[in-house]
């Protein structure tokens, strides 16, 4: 298999130490590139949008001196990676889709997270108190346990419990998503037909933050998708399925590396 750049793109909250358990399980002729995306962790930027991660995506590539990469998206990072691959398609090699963002997957709790001023009131709740509940929860089982609690362990609490933004408050952030979803995903969706990159799709039919269904819309539209489901692993892949993800976007690459060259 053919050395690749795999950039990959966490969610939301999230950082680029997320990543971290599928790097160490990946060969290593393919090289990950990882970084904290607007609005999370060390980024200097404030959050935007779709196109405004995917222009700082750009920009992270031309800083790293990247002309072409493969990109993998966890959930928001899906959307993110597919605006990225929508704007400027020369540079991207391929997708890794996993359990994104896409058709049917807005509920009325991000409607109403998006809403004005209920919006601001959920997002600043939600900011103050479950990041400190996330961090006694698992403070808490460590305490039972008398053993540190795993990477792959209660990821959701671990994510809650640790995400940060060194240069702003995270609720601003969170809104400012929670906007973008509602608002930028119709349109980002209604172009999917023209991403024409070899598109893997990986999600777990028992997740339930991002349905299942909506992978399936996804390969339905894009024009060279392929599906793949893991099983028992939910929705936080990179971490709770770092060996089975590593596997198959293996096994992807190796497949794209043996398709004949276009004349």
């Not at 997320?18 to 904290?36: C, G, K, S, T």
């Not at 037909?193 to 992978?215: E, K, N, Y």
């Not at 392929?226 to 099983?231: A, M």
Request: proline fraction near 7%; include cysteine; aromatic fraction near 6%.
């Amino acid at each position: 298999m053919g050395g690749h750049e795999i950039v990959v793109l966490h969610g939301q909250p999230g950082s680029h130490s997320d990543w971290q358990q599928l790097a160490d399980q990946l060969p290593p002729e393919l090289r990950i590139v990882a970084f904290d995306r607007p609005g999370y962790g060390a980024s200097r930027q404030a959050a935007g949008g779709f196109a405004y991660n995917a222009r700082a995506v750009l920009a992270e590539l031309d800083a790293r001196g990247i002309e072409r990469a493969v990109l993998a998206g966890h959930s928001y990072g899906g959307g993110v990676a597919l605006a990225v691959a929508k704007l400027a398609p020369q540079r991207v090699e391929a997708l890794v889709l996993l359990a994104s963002v896409g058709p049917g997957c807005l509920t009325g709790w991000d409607r109403l997270l998006a809403a004005p001023v209920a919006g601001e009131a959920c997002a600043l709740a939600a900011w103050w108190l479950t990041p400190w509940l996330a961090r006694a929860r698992l403070a808490g089982i460590a305490w039972r346990r008398r053993l540190p609690i795993a990477a792959d362990e209660h990821v959701n609490w671990q994510i809650w419990g640790n995400a940060h933004h060194e240069n702003g408050p995270l609720w601003r952030t969170f809104l400012t998503e929670q906007r973008a979803l509602a608002g930028e995903l119709g349109d980002l969706t209604a172009s999917l037909a023209g991403i024409l990159q070899p598109v893997l799709l990986l999600a777990d039919p028992s997740d339930t933050l991002i349905p299942v269904r909506t992978t399936r819309q996804l390969a339905a539209v894009l024009p060279d998708a392929r599906v793949q489901l893991l099983n028992q692993v939910g929705h936080h892949l990179p971490r709770r399925g770092a060996p089975e993800v590593a596997a198959a976007i293996t096994a992807f690459l190796a497949a794209l590396d043996s398709r004949p060259t276009p004349a």
